[in-house]
């Protein structure tokens, strides 16, 4: 069956450190990946999406990197900011047939940043 | 421009009750989605619907019934809640097209079943 698994569900580190957050999946073929934010009592946010055949994306601090080989997405919070402190969910999602339309989540890694 | 709102935002049933949630979304976006997030725990897809007059089933069906009537709302149906449908509720929706199909989220509806 389909899974993804998020590194870990917590995820401590100092300000100024670059947070690393792993999302794995199995049997999956997915047509591109998401990373969303979601702070405590709030719907997720969209933060950055990369396709299959692009291998990194950026976006201001945030990077992620896409491998399929490896079958899996890191997700990189560079000068990290007690501001960052949330959980953060990686979605997958494949293209056409039964498929169309949906998306799989993560469990999330909630990460805290200390000053 | 108010994005997705849902309605309401909390809810306190006893079970055998029924109730439905509703979702609203202003940006014209085709795809809904109802999902279900329980503590520690990701987002598990209840039914979507990829648009008006169509749904279908997600990871989590069963107990829940969803209508789309018209394009920007999608209820969200509990004929007889049991404590198990005790949860927080979000709906999302997005574009159609596969280069725009990031989901909008709703603010979520936290539902306690007694």
């Known amino acids: 069956s389909q899974k993804i698994e998020q590194n870990s569900e917590a995820l401590n580190i100092q300000e100024g450190k670059t947070a690393t957050l792993t999302c794995n999946y199995t049997?999956?073929?997915?047509?591109?990946l998401q990373w969303y934010r979601q702070d405590p009592g709030r719907g997720p946010v969209f933060l950055l999406l990369?396709?299959?055949?692009?291998k990194e994306k950026r976006k201001e601090r945030l990077k992620v990197t896409f491998d399929t080989t490896l079958k899996q997405s890191l997700f990189h919070i560079t000068a990290s900011q007690p501001a960052d402190s949330a959980t953060y969910l990686c979605?997958?999602?494949?293209?056409?047939?039964?498929?169309?339309?949906?998306?799989?989540f993560g469990d999330g890694t909630t990460l805290t940043v200390k000053p | 421009n108010a994005g997705v709102t849902q309605t309401p935002k909390f809810r306190v049933l006893k079970t055998g009750q029924s109730m439905t949630l509703l979702c609203a979304q202003d940006?014209?976006?085709?795809?809904m989605y109802w999902y279900r997030q329980d503590p520690g725990m990701g987002l598990r897809l209840i039914h979507y619907?990829?648009?008006?007059?169509?749904?279908a089933k997600g990871e989590v069906p069963d107990g829940y019934n969803v209508s789309r009537l018209k394009k920007q709302n999608f209820l969200l149906g509990l004929e007889s809640a049991a404590p198990s449908q005790t949860s927080v509720y979000f709906c999302?929706?997005?574009?159609?097209?596969?280069?725009?199909?990031?989901?909008?989220f709703g603010p979520g509806t936290r539902l306690t079943v007694l």
């Open positions: 999302a929706s997005s574009y159609s097209s596969d280069s725009l199909r990031t989901q909008y």
């Open positions: 049997n999956y073929s997915p047509a591109y």
């Open positions: 990369i396709r299959e055949n692009e």
């Open positions: 979605a997958l999602d494949a293209m056409g047939g039964t498929n169309a339309g949906k998306s799989t």
């Open positions: 940006m014209n976006h085709e795809y």
């Open positions: 619907s990829v648009g008006e007059g169509t749904t």
